[in-house]
């Protein structure tokens, strides 16, 4: 026996063997705790399903039956089975009928249509109007002086546009 293997629950010892079997010769010591943790959750899920299953066929103990059930239920609950090949080939069928959209001819890679593509701009810029200089002034003043209510809600007279907005102050750069 290597060293340090001696030491182990007999369950690390299995799966380690396990690991062994499949040519798994290079992993962390916490893959092993990590399968065993699995191993035991799914054990427990098993034994309760089967404990539910014997108590409502009014057994007062689990019996073979009972835990064949609830492996075939954990197992039709876990894994699905794809759809036959006939399924898939007549739903490709359908798929292919369709036409691609035609490309827009140009110079570099040729795209489909603008509404057809992911890569069209999903905002829209609300440049902001000016203001003249004497009426900002007077809403600075204004804010300065009125005490901040936070029961109070500000009501705008302007609608709620449908879509989001996004706004930059537009400045300009002086070279």
Known sequence: M???EEDLPRDAKIVKSLLKSMGVEDYEPRVIHQFLELWYRYIVDVLTDAQVYSEHAGKQTIDCDDVKL???????????QPPPREVLL??????NKVPLPKAIPGPGIP???EQDTLISTNYQFAIPKKRPAQAMEETEEDEESVEPNPSQERK??????TSQRVSFPLTKRSK
């Open 2 to 4: 290597a060293e340090g």
């Open 70 to 80: 609830a492996i075939q239920s954990k197992v039709n609950f876990s894994f699905s």
């Open 111 to 113: 795209l489909p249509p």
């Open 90 to 95: 007549e739903l490709a069928r359908n798929r």
């Open 156 to 161: 705008t007279d302007m609608p709620q546009p």
